[in-house]
Nanobody, 127 residues
């Protein structure tokens, strides 16, 4: 069992930046591929980014590539998402998730690959 708690969300101006964090507890954090998803009201949860167990490989959705950076610290049991140059369309609830699967790169985009989920943190981007 893994417990995930997101933080760092809030109100940010378009073109600004913020960093989301997700603290994990309960099991060996480094055993899991970690991902960030996002969801707007009335829409399906959407993949944003994933990072491999050791942090050496990452994969991004086209919508965030070049603006968002996922990373992890296996000593601190935390995964991060640096959000740069956000747009109003990035306004969503952001969730982190843990997957026990092997690293599949573009195969990590499906929500069903992930076993554990946090409760989310709201990000609101003002224009």
């Amino acid at each position: 069992q893994v417990q995930l708690v997101e933080s760092g969300g809030g109100l940010v101006q378009a073109g600004g930046s913020l960093r989301l964090s997700c603290a994990a507890s309960g099991h060996t954090f480094s055993s899991y591929v970690m991902g960030w998803f996002r969801q707007a009201p009335g829409k399906e949860r959407e993949f944003a980014a994933a990072v491999s167990r050791g942090g050496g490989s990452t994969y991004y959705a086209d919508s965030v590539k070049g603006r968002f950076t996922i990373s992890r610290d296996n000593v601190k049991n935390t995964v991060y998402m640096q959000v740069n140059s956000p747009k109003p369309g990035d306004t969503d609830v952001y969730y982190c998730a843990a997957s026990a699967s092997a690293w599949y790169g573009d195969g990590m985009t499906g929500a069903t690959r992930y076993l554990y989920w946090g409760r989310g943190t709201q990000v609101t981007v003002s224009s």
